[in-house]
């Protein structure tokens, strides 16, 4: 079911996008070489409790940290690690959740480590692109499809993998609530989009293929299954009668 969000509501969610804004700046102040996941995790969650917020992540369906911290052919999921060390060249994904209130703000950045090669930085520019053509589409009257075809479009012109296993969601009370947000898709297909709705619009875009195979050793980490290279770029966005407004950015 749909949740159409009340002016009260979305108040609500915007406060906690904020917190989930500062956690990502935060974040990505600390990326450097020689920077472990689990460091990282831990600058993040102090970031989000200081605020009397927490993780929306941790303990969501036993998962065991406060973000998912995945580093280059990783798509998302990754689990912090005091053994994953950050490398000159690396490019690594960082997932933050927090709920204040009740109410979730969710978002993801991809940053680079260090200098890194001009294949990567396009990688990163163009899914940060894709979620932007995505979002444009995000209106009142339109379906969910017009934002997966945007995305899909912009991507595969690129000569990159839109993966299909994963994809955007409603956010609210709930972390994960309806709709599916797909990147991929039909223009003109798909449920019609309402304002008060509010959607987690998150392009995972591949340098290769669009396959994936998750690990089942964790039961979390997603990989590329031709273990190249993939970026990631996520806001909460509430739709409105006009431009839609980002909770997260």
Sequence with gaps: MIIIKT????????EAGKIVREALQTAGEHVAPGMTTSELNHIIEKCITKYGARPSFKNYN??????????????VHGIPSAK????????V??????????????????????????EAQKLIDVTKECF???????????????????VQTLAEENGYG??????????????????????????????????GMVIAIEPMINMGCKEVDFDRADGWTVRTRDRKLSAHYE???????????FLTL
């Design 7 to 14: 002016k009260p509501e979305i108040d609500k969610m915007k």
């Design 62 to 75: 036993g998962f065991p940290a406060a973000s998912c911290i995945s580093p280059n052919c990783i798509v």
């Design 84 to 91: 994953t060390v950050l490398h000159e060249g690396d490019i």
């Design 93 to 118: 994904s960082v997932d933050i959740g927090a709920c204040l209130d009740g109410y979730h703000g969710d978002a993801a950045r991809t940053f680079p480590v260090g200098n890194i090669s001009s």
């Design 132 to 150: 932007f053509r995505g979002a444009a589409q995000a209106v009142h009257g339109n379906r969910i499809g017009d934002i997966g075809s945007a």
């Design 162 to 195: 839109v993966v299909r296993e994963l994809v955007g969601h409603g956010v609210g009370k709930n972390l994960h609530e309806d709709p599916d947000v797909p990147n991929f898709g039909k223009a003109g297909h798909g449920i019609r989009l309402t304002a």
């Design 235 to 245: 806001n909460t966005v509430l739709i409105t009668d006009g431009e839609p407004i």
